[in-house]
Each structure stands twice: as structure tokens, then as C-alpha cells.
């Protein structure tokens, strides 16, 4: 379980998921935690005496309790006050962040333009804007930050191997850049993962999450762990159509072609947000794009889903702003095809959330215990 990254899946060690059940119940004893995780108390005890050593825990007295002996019982809680961890989404339509402490309390959220005309501007702009966002942070150490990013991403090298809109991003090792400008742990993830892992409570249901915007991208939970191999689930660039519209990939008939807004503004050759409001008027041309994205999406939300046995769907992204336009006929195929399929909608704004969750979870795998 120790080497959940390495595995290229990831999964919680035993020392972030005590950290979590912590941070989800409040104060626990030891023995809730043994009980709780099913692990013995001898293990828990290790675990609890090098997070108390990390400073990521700190023991209490729960005078609201006492023990069968009549003793007041110590209890272990997260520390809360002194520790803080940075989230940050590097997207087209924008930087966002979000600054949280180890209770997973936000204290701030920020957003910036982001410049994607070159790597050299793109990285500036990253470097600038976390800046900033340190600049909250005085007096309080933090302890990673993590960054949710587009593209084909290998979290475990931090490497960013290439990005959707800057043309000369080539396999950047943003995780090393950001660590040695702040001197701070670093860690890089799938923008798709991130949303997935901060809109999940628990990871019991497996479960996809589509974002749609100007391309597809997609993550997915199965056991319990998410999907985090580099380059795998590239749904946008599955073919829904035999000899079909030319993709950027080289192929043809790619679903990014008929349900991402790239695509859809191109086939229609006008702006997407005029389409939308074309369609919206009752112009049957415009709707026309909507209803071929509801289908060939739900073409590909019932392959996947069946094939990898998760029914749980999730969508997010700009173009489910657009969702009064393409939602009805999506359910409604689905419902014919995949009756198991259940869609509900996130939001892209748990990127950062999500970033920082996953940067906590691999600075906890990082302790040895
Ligand atoms: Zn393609």
C-alpha cells in the first residue's frame, strides 16, 4: 500500500488514511483508530507517534470523555493552526488556487489570468502567482503545494509532458521549477483526478468524471483507487465516428470533434457561445451540434462505463454550462442503453481543492514510518 504512487495508482497509506479519519471524525483515541481501520493498536501507535513527530497530529485531552478507568482520555486531532498547503489549477481560462490548513479549512482562494503564449510566460505567470498566494501564508510553514494540470501528466516525475495551448510546453518538470524557486514539496497531477478526488466523499462507488471543455478529459476511480497513469482514459480521442472530422491527434472521428466546444465552434465554423445562443433560440441547425454531442457522448459514457463495471458518472467543465442544450437527450439515450448509468455534474472548481488533497495524501506517503 506504501508504494501507492509508484504502483501508478493511488490509494491512501495507512499513514494518510489515519490522518483523514482524524481529520473526518475530529479527535479520535488510539483504540477508535485501531477499531476504525481494523489495523492493531501497536501499528496505530507508530503511525501516530511520527505524525505527532511530522507535527501533522497533536494529542489532546477530550475532557468531554472518560475512559472505563475513569481516566480523561488522550485524544489525537490534526494541527490545525500552524500547518498550511497551497492547491493550484494551471488552466487556459485561468490560475486559480486555493490555500487550506491541515484540518482542510479554506482560508483563501485566488484566481489569475493565465498567459499560455509561451512556456517561459506560462511558467512566470505560475511562479508569480503562487507568490502571491504565499504572501497570505506568514508566520504558518507550508507544507506542499499541488498543482492540477491539463494535458499528459506524470505525477510521480512532476513532470508536465505536454499542455493543451501553449506550443512551446515540451516536458516541463514543473514540480522541480516551483520546489526550487520556494523551496517548498511540490506535486503535480491530472487536472481530471483532482476534481475527481475533491467531489468524491468516499471511494467506495467505482466512478468516471468527464471534464468538457475545449477538449475531454477523464479520471476514474475503481477500488478504491484512482486511475493516475500517465496518458491512459484519453476518452476525447476515441472514435465515434468511421473516417470522421480530422482531430489535432492525427486521427479521425475523435469524440473531441463532436462534443467539446473546440470541436463543435469548428464543425459549425461560428463561436461557441453564439451556437449555444442559436440553439437556444430554437434554430434547429445550432441544435443539431447539441444533439450529436449528447449522443456520441453517450455512446462513450455507456462503453466505458460497461467496460470498466463504474456507473457512477460524473461531468464537469464549461461546456456543462451549456447543459440545458445537450442533458435531457444524454439521459435519455442513456437510459435506453446504459440503465445503470447514473449522471450527476461537479464542478471544475475543485481542481485546486482536489490538488491540495492529493499533495497532503503523497506528503504523508512521503514519512517514513
Ligand atoms: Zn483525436
Redesign the pocket.
Given at each position: 500500500m506504501k508504494n501507492f504512487i509508484d504502483q501508478r495508482n493511488m490509494k491512501r497509506s495507512n499513514a494518510a488514511e489515519v490522518f483523514n479519519l482524524i481529520r473526518e471524525n475530529g479527535k479520535m483515541t488510539r483504540r477508535e483508530i485501531a477499531d476504525t481501520m481494523d489495523i492493531s493498536w501497536g501499528a496505530v501507535s507508530t503511525i501516530v507517534a511520527r505524525l505527532i513527530e511530522e507535527e501533522y497530529l497533536v494529542e489532546v485531552k477530550d475532557s468531554s470523555a472518560t475512559s472505563a478507568k475513569g481516566r480523561i482520555p488522550f485524544c489525537l486531532e490534526v494541527n490545525g493552526e500552524e500547518h498550511f498547503a497551497v492547491g493550484i489549477d494551471v488552466n487556459r481560462s485561468g490560475f486559480s488556487a486555493v490555500l487550506v490548513n491541515l484540518k482542510n479549512h479554506v482560508l483563501g482562494k485566488w484566481t489569475a489570468e493565465a498567459d499560455f503564449s509561451s512556456r517561459e510566460s506560462l511558467t512566470c505567470g505560475v511562479t508569480d502567482f503562487i507568490s502571491g498566494v504565499l504572501e497570505h501564508t506568514e508566520g504558518h510553514r507550508v507544507r506542499c503545494i499541488g498543482v492540477a494540470m491539463q494535458g499528459v501528466v506524470d505525477s510521480e516525475k512532476g513532470i508536465s509532458y505536454s499542455l493543451p495551448g501553449c506550443k512551446d510546453w515540451e516536458s516541463v518538470n514543473l514540480a522541480e521549477l516551483i520546489r526550487d524557486k520556494f523551496g517548498i514539496p511540490v506535486y503535480i497531477e491530472h487536472d481530471p483526478n483532482c476534481i475527481l478526488y475533491a467531489s468524491l466523499t468516499d471511494f467506495s462507488e467505482d466512478t468516471l468524471l468527464l471534464r468538457i471543455d475545449k477538449g475531454i478529459g477523464m479520471a476514474a476511480t475503481l477500488g478504491g483507487r484512482i486511475l493516475a497513469k500517465s496518458g491512459i482514459l484519453?476518452v476525447?480521442?476515441t472514435c465515434v465516428v468511421r473516417d470522421g472530422r480530422p482531430?489535432?491527434?492525427?486521427?479521425?472521428g475523435?469524440?473531441?470533434?463532436y462534443a467539446s466546444m473546440r470541436g463543435i465552434a469548428k464543425a459549425s465554423g461560428m463561436e461557441f457561445s453564439r451556437l449555444a445562443e442559436a440553439a437556444r433560440n430554437g434554430d434547429a441547425k445550432a441544435s443539431e451540434y447539441f444533439n450529436e454531442a449528447a449522443k456520441y457522448l453517450a455512446y462513450v459514457i455507456s462503453n466505458v462505463s460497461h467496460l470498466l463495471c463504474a456507473y457512477n458518472v460524473l461531468l464537469c467543465g464549461d461546456m456543462c454550462g451549456y447543459r440545458d442544450l445537450f442533458a435531457d437527450k444524454l439521459t435519455c439515450i442513456l437510459a435506453n442503453s446504459a440503465p445503470n448509468v447514473k449522471v450527476s455534474y461537479t464542478d471544475v472548481e475543485n481542481a485546486p481543492l482536489g490538488a491540495v488533497l492529493i499533495a497532503i495524501d503523497r506528503s504523508l506517503e512521503q514519512i517514513d514510518i
Open positions: 484519453e476525447g480521442h482531430c489535432m491527434c492525427g486521427r479521425h475523435c469524440l473531441e470533434q
